[in-house]
């Protein structure tokens, strides 16, 4: 019974999208990290991204008020900060749909930031890492602007953390 209801919830986190990115979900950004029922409660254990991200009290809001709708009332979503969101759990289906957005998705690194912090973007157009970074703060603090040299066209990359 509580099984069949967890499946029900994971669905409905699937249809909360990032409300900086609107076709990709909160499942998808590797922000939910936990979820299950105390009693009656439904904890839902949300992940921050950035600091600079404002999207958290929105995100939280569209969680309770989705799963209201399939009757379950009494939600808590718990900002958790440890272990802190890395870009690594951004699943294959949001680094593919990012892409399709126009946004470079950040490359994996495994928590070895330094090795790769100095790689180049690649473009999410033509896949070329023949690439320039423009601008560290792009339309928010969670993107950095880039430019493609091969295909000649600007592109915002997920700033890998
Ligand atoms: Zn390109």
Same mark, same amino acid.
């Given at each position: 019974m509580i099984e069949t209801s967890l499946n029900r919830v994971w669905e409905v986190l699937e249809e909360v999208k990032d409300p900086e990115i609107p076709t990709v979900s909160v499942v998808e950004l590797g922000l939910i990290r936990q979820v299950g029922f105390e009693g009656p409660r439904l904890i839902v254990a949300l992940a921050p991204t950035f600091?600079? $991200?404002?999207a958290l009290d929105v995100m939280a809001a569209t969680i309770k008020e989705q799963l209201l709708e399939i009757g379950?009332?009494?939600?808590e979503v718990k900002i958790v900060y440890h272990p802190p969101w890395t870009?690594?759990?951004?699943?294959s289906e949001g680094r593919q749909k990012l892409k399709m957005l126009g946004l470079a998705p950040p490359a994996q690194h495994g928590g070895d930031l330094e090795r790769f912090i100095e790689a180049p973007a690649q473009c999410p157009? $033509?896949?070329?890492?023949d690439t320039e970074l423009k601008?560290?703060?792009?339309?928010?603090?969670c993107r950095a602007i880039y430019f493609c040299n091969n295909c000649t066209q600007p592109f915002e990359q997920f700033k890998p953390i």
């Open positions: 600091v600079g $991200c404002p379950i009332d009494q939600v870009s690594d759990w951004i699943t157009y $033509c896949e070329s890492t601008n560290s703060f792009g339309s928010s603090l």
